[in-house]
């Protein structure tokens, strides 16, 4: 148990949390192991899971086609890796699905033998209902980690429409 509790500590989304607040979420995790080369979260389908990644390495994926589009087989662009996890620097991923249930915005796939702590969305439900200074501080963890990414993604989407107008321009 003190080896999970000082993993914890190591994480953006137990920041502030005491011993006895981590020990409360260990006890809501369930420790899942999946082979190299399985898709964890497939980008469109519903999910009411999180995942921290103990062991190993996955990559996020996204489609750059929009549903619905039509293209031929020639003009399609596919997927794009748009970034690898390694365990040791803590990541976190499916942490939206604790507040809602809407479709997965990513495809998540392990690069190696991987072993997850797994959140299911009622049982942090109830247990932030139950204490709810731990709520609090997993979501305001949470809210910080999406604000962290909402950021760097408004950085890129205007990094592309810089080049995308540029592109434009020339022909």
Same mark, same amino acid.
Request: hydrophobic share 40%.
């Given at each position: +148990? ?11 989304? #137990?920041? %502030?949390?005491?011993?006895? =607040? !981590? ?21 469109? =389908? ?8 103990? *062991?190993? @390495? ?10 619905? +589009?039509?293209?031929? *087989?020639?003009?399609? !662009?596919? %997927?794009?890796? #748009? ?5 040791? @620097? ?29 959140? %299911?969305? @009622? ?7 139950? @204490? ?11 809210? =910080? ?6 950021? =760097?993604?408004?950085?890129?989407? !205007? ?13």
């Amino acid at each position: +148990m003190e080896k999970e509790i000082s993993l914890f500590k190591e994480m953006k989304l #137990f920041n %502030n949390l005491s011993e006895e =607040k !981590i020990q409360k979420v260990l006890g809501i995790c369930t420790k899942v192991s999946f082979p190299e080369n399985t898709i964890i979260m497939q980008e469109g =389908k519903t999910g009411d899971t999180m995942y921290m990644i103990l *062991e190993g @390495d996955v990559e996020v994926v996204k489609t750059l086609v929009p549903e619905g +589009m039509d293209l031929d *087989e020639d003009e399609k !662009i596919g %997927n794009k890796v #748009f970034t690898k996890l390694k365990a040791e @620097d803590h990541p976190v991923f499916g942490e939206i699905s604790l507040f809602e249930e809407s479709r997965r915005t990513a495809t998540v796939k392990t690069l190696s033998d991987c072993t997850f702590y797994e959140i %299911n969305k @009622d049982d942090f439900l109830r247990l932030a209902e139950k @204490d709810y200074e731990l709520g609090y501080q997993i979501v305001l963890n949470i809210a =910080k980690m999406v604000c962290s990414r909402l950021r =760097k993604a408004d950085e890129d989407v !205007i990094k592309l429409s810089t080049v995308l107008s540029i592109v434009l321009k020339e022909t």
